[in-house]
């Protein structure tokens, strides 16, 4: 991927709601609006470094079309670090981290399947969540599968997963996926 810088966020608000800030001058929970949004950003011209070197995925990385706008596509991706990656995946140059905040909807785009799967085949670790927790998806994807339909699966999983949504409710979920990625790590050993 190339980086690109040029873009504008135009209308587009996302990370301002989306996003967990943890600077002391702008502390705020993931999916609470900012305390300075105010249609824009209420103090553009004197907002914190954070937000000033922020750069989400859209507008850092060319192959995305404009459609992925995250306030449209319902998408808002990071770049992460080898660092930020599970042990296994540091070797890889960067991941590309999805978080969804425009429902099931914007997991059914077609485009954002067509999108993983060419990630996924470059073996770009791909993490996607709803808020909180997170999976990796390249993990879930060792045999032949309907990506789209294991991305909904996924997407459910993860969003009845929400910590919104209670301990107990949040339990079984996560299990789920652990057992899920447990089952396709042992399929591919033995495939292999
Ligand atoms: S999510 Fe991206 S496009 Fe939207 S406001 Fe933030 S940096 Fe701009
Ligand atoms: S200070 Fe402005 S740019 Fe930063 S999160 Fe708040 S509204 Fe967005």
Known sequence: ?????????????ACCVALKIEAPELAKKAGEPCRHLKGGCGIYENRPDVCREFLCGWRLFEEFGDDWRPDLSGVLMMRKAPSELPPAWQGRPYGVHMVIIGGE?????????????????RNIPVVMSAA????????????????????LELYALLHAARWERGYLRMIPSLYRLLLDRQYAKLLSRSNG
């Not at 991927?1 to 608000?13: E, N, Q, S, V």
């Open 105 to 121: 909807a914007a997991v059914r785009r077609p485009a954002f399947a067509e999108q993983v799967a060419r990630l996924v085949a």
């Open 132 to 151: 909180s927790p997170s999976t990796l998806v390249n993990e879930h994807l060792t045999t032949p599968t309907d990506l789209h339909s294991k991305l």
């Open 1 to 13: 991927m190339t980086a690109l810088h040029k873009r504008r966020c135009g209308p587009c608000t």
